[in-house]
């Protein structure tokens, strides 16, 4: 509607269905003609028959009224029938041709398999980053969590059973070092795999005083990690469940599938040992052996 307003084809049918001048020109001689003819008609006919001649006059008007309704209601259905079918038929070749044009263009999409494999690389170029930024190696760090969330309002989507995607992330990364914790966030565009909008954030062992997960009644998560300054490092891991969703999947198991992917069970574990232990978490952690859930050795899903 919008594009035929805006191309002045909106009100188009009025002149597609608007009776010709030529038919108007005729419509009006054949009328002035039977107008002459039915008055000679009339006269003779009462000078002829007297009273009988004027109930045939009146009977045959009558007759003539409604021949002409049931006519002119048969023509119009005719001429609408012709406009509708001419209507459908182009709307059915717009959408035969638009559903062509959206299957070449959806040929190369890529499973969800394939995009995780793309996060997961994305993930390894961020880390790649902040290591080199911070002048870290690997024998460096003790231990390290991506968190991935919605970058406001992007675009997202999901196969049945699978996590959420977006269109646009925001990535976290904490480097866990002796020295304390590294945080880098950057806005991920999906779609061509560049960063956007970096800062980082550099904090002791001391400063973290707590690491939440906030679940409210529309399923929203949201990350939280507090500083002993007062600072609050918020991200909204899963916004509210469509409805759509909400009727056809459980939305419990959806939010457990997205929290996975996202990265967060590993990060809590990690940040939540900083904040109960600080420093003394390293002998320990580093005893056990611990490793990221995106160890860059490790292959992906």
């Not at 009025?14 to 008609?41: N, Q, S, Y």
């Not at 997202?156 to 992330?169: E, F, I, T």
Request: proline residues 4%; neutral net charge.
């Amino acid at each position: 509607m919008a594009d035929r307003w805006a191309e002045g084809t909106l009100w188009s049918y009025r002149h597609e269905l608007a009776t010709p001048p030529r038919t108007m020109a005729t419509a009006v001689l054949g009328a002035m003609a039977f107008a002459a003819g039915g008055a000679w008609a009339v006269s003779g006919a009462v000078r002829t028959g007297g009273p009988a001649g004027i109930a045939s006059v009146v009977l045959a008007i009558a007759a003539g009224w409604i021949a002409e309704r049931a006519w002119l209601r048969i023509a119009l259905a005719r001429r609408r029938f012709i406009a509708d079918t001419s209507d459908a038929e182009k709307l059915s070749a717009e959408c035969a041709a638009a559903y062509v044009r959206w299957k070449h263009r959806l040929a190369d999409k890529p499973d969800d398999r394939e995009m995780a494999a793309w996060l997961d690389c994305d993930r390894k170029v961020l880390l790649n980053e902040a290591l080199r930024h911070y002048r870290l190696k690997m024998s460096d760090v003790v231990a390290y969590a991506f968190i991935e969330a919605r970058s406001g309002s992007a675009t997202r989507a999901r196969v049945s059973g699978g996590p959420w995607r977006y269109r646009k992330y925001e990535m976290m990364i904490f480097l866990i070092t002796a020295d304390g914790v590294r945080q880098c966030n950057a806005r991920l565009h999906f779609a061509d795999g560049t960063f956007h909008d970096r800062n980082r954030l550099n904090y002791r062992f001391e400063a973290v005083t707590a690491v939440h997960v906030r679940q409210s009644d529309d399923n929203a998560h949201t990350f939280e990690l507090s500083l002993i300054d007062g600072q609050k490092i918020p991200a909204q891991m899963i916004g509210p469940e469509p409805e759509e969703h909400q009727q056809s999947e459980d939305p419990e198991e959806i939010s457990e599938v997205s929290l996975d992917a996202a990265g967060l069970r590993h990060t809590l574990h990690v940040l939540e040992g900083v904040a109960a232990e600080g420093k003394a978490w390293m002998t320990p952690e580093r005893r056990r052996g611990a490793t990221s859930l995106d160890d860059p050795e490790r292959p992906a899903a």
